[in-house]
């Protein structure tokens, strides 16, 4: 089969014949139709990613979108001819997406959003597991809160709007200027950051209360802010990226709390990949019932134009998700 190989870090990716691999035990056999692009991507092939724990040589792309061409012993959720998504691999020793066939976990599979195309549905796994960890199983958001997402217009940012909106709360997303009408469309009361101090968003949209929950989608002084912005006693602060040196102080005194989400802990131990199975799941119902649609950018990537689709990511000039073409 034809795959995109990584032989070193930094080095030009390879078009490349490798073998098919088989379904083994607990495996599914999928024909590749789609690969979704994460930053990760980038940083893993600039070998700026040592948490991913990639073996070289490699095949990157952790979310895809395909349908089942066989399985292995045990699994018994899919039979060849599904539609499914999930993010499969990509990190530590586990294929990525970018080849016309994955054998992947079955656990970390679930069957394609039917409202949704291929390369919506390869759009989704990363970023809406990472969305949904933060909020639902961290923050354990419900309806009547408020709640502020960093970075709302962002890939996930975009869907962890969507997914507070959709668990009741009253949403609140940090954008910049050209970006703020996109939040506004997600439904989420739009917040320019480049012109509006925490002190101030605090206190017109809380009373000066604070947030009930805030996801950090972007790091560094925007986590600071966020411990700033939470609610005495009862907040909840999470954030994706968490790296950096931060003063805890403004989160105790307020008797906030905080967590951090990992995304990839599941696939680098084999432990608890079947939770990420049930998050694509719901997903999928969300999206069946016009909850959750990502935001995709209009440009077109195949094999021959990774190389483009990663300068693409790493530029920050996005419209939304970007999608590689595979089947």
Do not use: C
Not at 32 to 51: E, F, Q, R
Not at 125 to 141: C, F
Not at 143 to 148: D, F, R, S
Not at 164 to 169: E, I, P, Q, S
């Amino acid at each position: 089969m034809r795959a995109v190989v990584l032989q070193g870090f930094g080095t030009p990716l390879i078009l490349s014949e490798i073998d098919k691999p088989d379904a083994g035990p607990g495996q599914v056999l999928v024909k590749v139709m789609a690969s979704g692009v994460n930053p990760l991507d980038t940083k893993i092939w600039a070998g700026k990613a040592a948490h991913a724990k990639r073996t070289l040589p490699a095949v990157l792309g952790l979310d895809l979108a395909g349908v089942v061409e066989a399985v292995g012993t045990g699994v018994n959720d899919f039979t060849p001819g599904d539609e499914v998504y999930g993010m499969t691999g990509g990190v530590g020793d586990l294929q990525g997406s970018l080849a016309e066939y994955a054998a992947v976990d079955a656990r970390l599979l679930a069957r394609k959003p039917t409202a949704l195309s291929m390369r919506e549905a390869a759009a989704l796994p990363l970023v809406v597991i990472t969305a949904w960890e933060g909020l639902i199983d961290r923050a354990q958001v419900r309806p009547g809160q408020k709640v502020l997402i960093h970075g709302g217009a962002g890939g996930i940012g975009h869907v962890a709007v969507q997914i507070a909106r959709a668990r009741g709360a009253e949403v609140f997303a940090t954008a910049s200027p050209s970006r703020l009408e996109v939040v506004e469309r997600l439904g989420a009361t739009p917040i320019d950051y480049t012109t509006t101090a925490v002190e101030e968003y605090v206190a017109e949209h809380t009373g000066g209360q604070g947030f009930d929950v805030i996801f950090d989608t972007v790091g560094g002084a925007v986590l600071d802010a966020s411990f700033a912005a939470v609610r005495t006693y009862t907040g909840h602060v999470v954030s994706a990226l968490g790296w950096g040196t931060h003063s805890l102080a403004p989160l105790s005194f307020r008797g906030a709390t905080y967590s951090g989400v990992f995304t990839l802990l599941p696939m680098l131990t084999g432990r608890n990949r079947e939770h990420h199975g049930e998050i694509m799941r719901e997903a999928a119902a969300l999206a069946d019932a016009g909850a959750l649609k990502p935001l995709l950018d209009p440009r077109r990537f195949t094999f021959a134009d990774v190389v483009d689709a990663h300068a693409a990511v790493e530029s920050g000039a996005l419209h939304g998700k970007i999608v590689i073409d595979v089947g």
